[in-house]
């Protein structure tokens, strides 16, 4: 069966610091992967969408970037963090043949 | 851009009650979803539904579709605490895209 982590499950960061977060998934192979964010009890935010290796949509025009360096493996991030970065992060795949999408447990970012 | 509006923004209600959350967008979808989430947790998949006017049945939960593909709501019958949670919606972009669009989410509270 396929799984989906995310680390670090919390995180507390300064303004201004740089961020890295992670997103695998095990069990399947060229899934589409998904970057959202989502203020407190409220609907999600699309920032990136993955097809492949290397190739990276993005939604929003933000301070925050996206990577896919290897098939299962999506990694956000950024190189200066504002206070605005705030949020609950969450990464999804699909199988690519249909609009369903699996979330991971999430990363919750405070920037001080 | 597409949006999808859910009402109510918040529902508490006794255990045992019926309640309907309602999910409207001006724009047409191929697909739409619905999703609960758990705080601190990802959203998991409840139901796909596909065709205007579709009905689908999930235990005491019944969602439908609208006959334009504009609209869906989900119904509980008989309330139970376990379904206390965030209850998104979300529609595949007509294009087929695998995209979604998220709806502004219901946060439903069953009082034991």
């Known amino acids: 069966s396929q799984t989906i982590h995310q680390w670090p499950a919390t995180l507390v960061q300064p303004v201004g610091s740089p961020l890295s977060l992670e997103c695998t998934v095990e069990g399947t192979s060229n899934p589409n992967l998904y970057w959202y964010r989502q203020a407190a009890g409220r609907g999600l935010q699309l920032l990136f969408y993955?097809?492949?290796?290397?190739?990276i949509s993005s939604e929003v025009p933000q301070n925050l970037s996206a990577s896919r360096p290897q098939d299962r493996q999506f990694i956000l991030s950024s190189k200066k963090l504002l206070l605005s970065d705030s949020g609950f992060y969450l990464c999804?795949?699909?199988?690519?043949?249909?609009?369903?999408?699996?979330f991971g447990p999430g990363t919750r970012l405070t920037v001080t | 851009t597409q949006l999808l509006e859910q009402s109510p923004q918040f529902l508490s209600i006794q255990e045992g009650e019926n309640l309907t959350v309602y999910c409207n967008s001006s724009s047409v979808f191929s697909s739409l979803q619905w999703y609960r989430q758990e705080p601190g947790e990802g959203p998991v998949l409840l139901v796909t539904?596909?065709?205007?006017?579709e009905v689908k049945k999930l235990k005491r939960l019944t969602f439908q579709f609208g006959d334009a593909r504009k609209d869906s709501s989900l119904h509980i019958t008989a309330a139970q605490p376990g379904d206390t949670g965030l209850y998104l919606c979300a529609g595949e972009d007509i294009v087929g895209n695998e995209k979604l669009t998220f709806g502004t989410g219901t946060r439903l509270t069953i009082i034991p």
């Open positions: 999804a795949w699909s199988p690519g043949q249909g609009p369903e999408q699996y």
């Open positions: 993955s097809v492949g290796i290397g190739q």
């Open positions: 539904v596909v065709t205007g006017g």
